[in-house]
């Protein structure tokens, strides 16, 4: 039977999709923005030489980052659809309905919902899914990856310092960051939630959940940092520094 999932459900189950797929692997979304955690599942299942299709339906969505993290992926087909509303992730025994597209922004901002399908509580539903997957495959085209150019000046700027950084360099050594909210809370990297969030993050216990904001910086992370990894690499140094870690 069908399972109903939350926000932070569709994000968990998405990621158990994608690593379980052994044969193949269609992600349907119109806008497509891969966070790190997809692309390391994307990248493990890559090597195993499945069926791997991206199909999205926004021309201008894909960023040189991504486009050139797909240029060195020979093995994952790439798929326009202009007419692309729906959002479908589908794998050989599992797929997932959902008003989340696949992109970093709805993982960690919006609230969402969709229903998890496996093919062996639920046979007819499924074959309904993949027919339809199917004729969404038959109406896209083949698109060619292409890296826009970077701009060496802003490459080469430095970065402003940020103004939290300064303050703790002060000495308010103790400040840290709830990595989901960005609320002040006491540091400490063993516990870098806000409880009220933690009680949230606790229903599924996904360690490695992209998270919004660093927990030393309080700046935001954009999915750069999870329970596991709650420092902003970047940060990381200054971060052990400051806090004897």
């Known amino acids: 039977m069908a399972e109903f999932l939350d926000t932070q459900g569709v994000s968990y189950y ?17 806008y ?6 997809l692309k390391i599942s994307l990248e493990d299942r890559h090597k195993f030489q499945i069926d791997i299709i991206l199909i999205y339906g926004k021309v201008s969505d894909i960023n040189p980052d991504d486009s050139s993290w797909l240029q060195s992926m020979p093995g994952i087909k790439l798929l326009y659809h202009k007419d692309l ?3 479908c992730y589908f794998n050989e025994n599992e797929a997932i309905i959902t008003s989340m597209n696949l992109y ?42 292409s890296v826009e ?25 103790k400040l840290g960051y709830c990595i989901r909210t960005g609320v002040e809370i006491p540091f400490d990297i063993e516990k870098p939630m806000s409880y009220q969030a933690y009680k949230s993050w606790s229903k599924y216990g996904d360690a490695d959940f992209p998270e919004k904001y660093c927990h030393f910086s309080g700046d935001p992370s954009n999915g750069e940092t999870s329970i596991n990894k709650p420092i902003l690499k970047k940060y990381w140094k200054k971060a052990k520094d400051i806090h004897k870690l």
């Open 32 to 37: 497509l923005q891969l966070n790190n955690q």
């Open 14 to 30: 998405l990621k158990k999709l994608i690593n379980n797929s052994n044969d193949k692997l269609y992600l349907i979304s119109p």
């Open 85 to 87: 509303h729906a959002k």
């Open 104 to 145: 970093m922004f709805s993982q960690q901002n919006n609230v969402e919902m969709g229903i998890y399908i496996n093919r062996e509580n639920d046979e007819k539903l499924y074959h309904e899914i993949a027919t339809e997957v199917d004729r969404i495959k038959r109406g896209s085209e083949h698109r060619t990856i």
């Open 149 to 173: 150019k970077v701009d060496n000046s802003k490459k080469n700027s430095k970065p402003e310092k940020s103004k939290k950084i300064q303050q703790m360099s002060k000495g308010k050594d």
